[in-house]
């Protein structure tokens, strides 16, 4: 079975711009976690999706927003970047909503703000 | 504010080696406490404990959990050049469907 997929593995971006960040959850599972790792703040979470709805949200700025589509493949978008938005961002699947024991989490997509 | 800290950050023994991570938190209603390895890329789950004083274990590696002292260890015994990763303890509320992450202890394993 295959894992958790993000795409791209790597960007590079400047201030003020916006991205997306693609995440594709193991086969079957409905449920998407979102979370930035930094050196300074380690890893936060941004957002949970179950069944195309936002169950669960972190203290981020509206500037960052996701959703999930009918097949489960979630995106995140930020908007308006700034250089302290720099982080990997990883994706986390499960098969149900609020099972964390049984997360997995893809290999993550590298962002740089310059 | 839930809030988990992990000691040390970080950390460097010699191959074969036993060492013990540290993981303190704070939370309301408490649901569980995680233990992951993050290599170069995705963290890997280790454990899961809910219970007080009842070890995991894998392998070379244990925790356990202590509900009263709000706080849960990490040992690895017998130490490899693969252990050396990051290693995250994060925790769970009830209703919060979110984990909460401490920093990390970096360990490096030196041959």
């Known amino acids: 079975k295959a894992g958790v997929t993000q795409t791209p593995r790597y960007l590079i971006k400047t201030r003020g711009q916006q991205v997306t960040l693609s995440c594709s959850p193991i086969?079957?599972?409905?449920?998407v976690s979102w979370y930035q790792q930094t050196p300074g703040q380690g890893l936060q979470f941004l957002f949970e999706?179950?069944?195309?709805?936002?169950?669960n949200k972190g203290n981020f700025p509206g500037r960052f927003s996701g959703r999930q589509f009918s097949n489960s493949r979630s995106e995140m978008n930020v908007s308006t970047l700034e250089l302290g938005d720099s982080a990997l961002y990883l994706c986390?699947?499960?098969?149900?909503?609020?099972?964390?024991?049984?997360?997995?989490f893809g290999p993550g997509t590298r962002l740089t703000v310059l | 504010e839930d809030k988990v800290v992990q000691s040390p950050l970080s950390l460097v023994v010699h191959e074969g080696d036993t060492v013990t991570l540290n993981c303190s938190y704070e939370?309301?209603?408490?649901?569980?406490l995680l233990w992951y390895k993050q290599e170069k890329k995705a963290p890997t789950f280790l454990f899961m404990l809910?219970?007080?004083?009842i070890e995991k274990k894998s392998g070379r590696l244990s925790s356990i959990l202590d509900k009263k002292e709000l706080f849960s260890i990490l040992n690895i015994t017998a130490t490899q050049t693969g252990d050396s990763a990051v290693y995250l303890c994060?925790?769970?509320?009830?209703?919060?469907?979110?984990?909460?992450f401490g920093q990390g202890t970096r360990l490096t394993i030196n041959p």
């Open positions: 986390a699947s499960s098969l149900v909503w609020g099972r964390t024991d049984t997360q997995y």
């Open positions: 086969s079957g599972h409905r449920s």
């Open positions: 999706y179950f069944s195309e709805t936002q169950r």
């Open positions: 939370v309301t209603n408490f649901r569980s």
């Open positions: 809910t219970s007080s004083g």
């Open positions: 994060a925790v769970e509320a009830w209703g919060a469907q979110k984990l909460v």
